[in-house]
């Protein structure tokens, strides 16, 4: 008579297996924060401290203009930005070179870190990160009806958003937690609001793909909000920082663009190439310097032949899968970007994490098995890849691979949602 309540308090009790994955993904996120505190003078050359800090600091003190090298500047060594970073962090080597080329208004996202001292701004980033994400959990699970926690917990384990939190990147906080807001509100049956979303991507400009392809399928089936709602928060975005600005740091800001290339192509920057993760990247640097722009004009124009393919596709799956449709297109979207953009770097492959999460969030009728069997093959290879490239070596020919693997897996989904016959929620019956 006694083994019915032992048999109950027995369900209730976690597995074994799912408490020592819980354990090792708090193990994951406890090690960037532990890095952020235990070295400071090692976290010095993190991104956050290096770009993002600097400037939130130099926000803070309204010196604007010494965010973006000055319009006359030929490279990147000698730029007020630069001299500031190595006055400001004691323990960044003379070969580092302190570069700002983001939105002005990230500067002034930037500006309550900017009071604390480097090792506590880390930290309260890295804190804010993971909000970021635990928040990014529960809109998607609010609409697919899985488990929060397991989003949460899982996500890390794609070492893209491990990396993201390690430096401090932007990815999390206006990459992952915008797309899952915008998802939230278009499956809430509020495109406009989803659009707003989308806006923000302007911010990570990595990412706004995603957005143009959402928002431009949903256009051409004569469904508007979605695009207006964009528009409209882009000209908002635009406004403020012109207000809050001005004119003249805009045009500094986007004078700077002409010198992005010459980070990846001129060897004095000593810029990590094995994290470029894109198409367009990785021929570019792999050719000889005098073949490189006849390289960018092929590579970017396949780029922009790969971006109208998947918007032919995305309407493909507007017309098939109807209301369902969304999870289709954002997966296209955030699988299609190494294959578009130049500048496309390892840690911004945690975008790809909402796509992961739409995949064991809804039943896909025939190609469930095979989706998720893919989805771990992916996040497997990138765990190996990252685990490479900060322990030993991906060699020469290792972001070649990694892109070749990232194009297959685009090939592959794009093969198994035509096989699709339909898409729903993992709650629905």
């Known amino acids: 008579m006694t083994s019915a309540p032992e048999e109950s308090s027995q369900k209730k009790m976690p597995p074994t297996g799912l408490l020592y994955k819980r354990i090792f993904a708090i193990f994951l996120f406890v090690v960037p924060l532990t890095a952020a505190l235990s070295q400071p003078k090692l976290m010095q050359a993190s991104d956050f401290l290096m770009t993002f800090y600097l400037a939130g600091k130099l926000t803070a003190q309204g010196k604007f203009e010494q965010l973006y090298p000055p319009i006359s500047a030929q490279d990147l060594f000698n730029t007020p930005f630069n001299q500031f970073a190595h006055q400001t962090l004691d323990a960044l080597g003379q070969g580092f070179t302190a570069i700002y080329m983001y939105s002005p208004l990230n500067a002034l996202l930037m500006v309550?870190?900017?009071f604390f001292d480097t090792r506590y701004a880390l930290f309260a980033w890295q804190i804010f990160s993971i909000i970021c994400l635990a928040l990014s959990a529960f809109l998607i699970k609010s609409a697919t009806g899985r488990s929060a926690a397991m989003y949460f917990f899982a996500s890390v384990y794609f070492l893209p958003v491990f990396a993201t939190l390690l430096i401090g990147h932007l990815g999390i906080v206006l990459g992952i937690l915008p797309l899952a807001l915008a998802y939230y509100a278009a499956q809430k049956q509020r495109p406009f609001l989803a659009g707003l979303c989308y806006s923000l991507f302007i911010l990570k400009p990595q990412f706004l793909p995603i957005a143009m392809l959402a928002s431009g399928a949903e256009c051409l089936k004569g469904r508007y909000k979605s695009l207006i709602g964009l528009t409209a928060g882009l000209l908002a975005l635009a406004a403020l920082t012109i207000g809050v600005f001005g004119i003249d740091i805009i045009k500094a800001w986007l004078s700077s663009f002409?010198?992005?290339?010459?980070?990846?192509?001129?060897?004095?920057?000593?810029?990590?190439?094995?994290?470029?993760s894109s198409l367009p990247g990785v021929v570019v640097q792999a050719v000889p310097v005098e073949m490189r722009q006849?390289?960018?004009?092929?590579?970017?124009?396949?780029?922009?032949?790969?971006?109208l393919h998947a918007l032919y596709k995305a309407l493909q799956y507007q017309n098939r899968f109807k209301e369902q449709a969304l999870p289709a297109v954002i997966m296209l979207g955030c699988s299609v970007l190494p294959l578009v953009l130049p500048h496309f770097l390892f840690y911004d492959l945690c975008i790809m994490t909402i796509a992961g999460m739409l995949i064991f969030g809804h039943h896909f009728q025939n190609t469930d098995l095979n989706l998720r069997m893919h989805a771990i093959a992916v996040l497997l290879f990138t765990s190996l890849y990252t685990t490479l490239y900060l322990f030993g070596s991906v060699g020469n020919f290792g972001p070649i691979i990694l892109v070749a693997i990232l194009t297959l897996a685009h090939c592959r989904l794009l093969y198994f949602l035509d096989k699709t016959e339909a898409i729903k929620p993992f709650t629905a019956k």
């Open 258 to 276: 002409r010198l992005s290339d010459t980070i990846f192509s001129d060897p004095r920057y000593n810029y990590p190439h094995y994290l470029v």
């Open 294 to 307: 006849t390289a960018k004009l092929i590579t970017y124009g396949l780029g922009g032949l790969f971006g």
């Open 112 to 114: 309550p870190f900017a």
